[in-house]
């Protein structure tokens, strides 16, 4: 028998205070059946679970692998915690342009923090993103209005200069 929607957003808050309250192994066995239905954001909230017994390397493969299952559902935190992760190089290969990609999609999906990191990539016409001022100082504006840390400073900033 299948979850309501209800239930599974239940489910995920609950999961969700376990992992605030540092109890994993209970997030994790609230998370199991919602894994098992591919639900984005369980993919999410697993890869930040700590799994008795994991060796760090076990815990970083299944953290990256639960976030690009996520990510490929297009979950706007997965999206973004993807592009960081190819944006710093941690784990894999360096690849802004894909980060950026990753970014935009998340910001397109309503991410605080990828709008600030899109709209940047806008501003300056980098990592792969075709340069539009005015649209980046939008992205900005948004991150700004969301209380995105950094972004006001930011804003100031390509305001004086553009």
Do not use: W
């Given at each position: 028998?299948g979850?309501?929607?209800?239930?599974?957003?239940?489910?995920l808050l609950a999961?969700?205070?376990?992992?605030?309250?540092?109890?994993?192994?209970?997030a994790?066995?609230?998370?199991?059946p919602?894994?098992?239905m591919?639900?984005?954001?369980?993919?999410?909230l697993?890869?930040s679970?700590?799994?008795?017994?994991?060796?760090?390397?076990?815990a970083d493969?299944r953290?990256?692998?639960y976030?690009?299952?996520?990510?490929?559902?297009?979950?706007?935190?997965?999206l973004?915690?993807l592009?960081?992760i190819?944006?710093?190089?941690d784990g894999?290969?360096?690849?802004?342009?894909?980060?950026?990609?990753?970014?935009k999609?998340a910001?397109?999906?309503?991410?605080?923090?990828a709008?600030?990191?899109?709209?940047l990539d806008l501003?300056?016409?980098?990592n792969?993103?075709s340069?539009?001022e005015?649209?980046?100082?939008?992205?900005?504006k948004?991150?700004?209005?969301?209380d995105v840390?950094?972004?006001?400073?930011?804003l100031?900033?390509?305001?004086?200069?553009?």
């Open positions: 028998m979850f309501t929607s209800s239930e599974y957003s239940d489910g999961a969700r205070k376990a992992m605030d309250k540092g109890d994993y192994n209970k994790v066995e609230i998370l199991r919602l894994l098992n591919q639900i984005a954001e369980a993919q999410y697993y890869s679970c700590a799994v008795e017994g994991e060796t760090g390397s076990e493969n953290s990256f692998s976030i690009e299952m996520a990510a490929k559902q297009e979950y706007p935190d997965a973004y915690a592009g960081v190819y944006d710093s190089g894999v290969d360096k690849d802004v342009v894909k980060a950026s990609s990753l970014f999609t910001a397109e999906k309503g991410h605080a923090r709008k600030l990191s899109y709209g501003f300056y016409g980098s792969g993103i340069k539009d005015s649209l980046g100082l939008s992205f900005i948004r991150a700004v209005d969301e840390e950094g972004a006001e400073e930011i100031e900033k390509l305001s004086a200069v553009s």
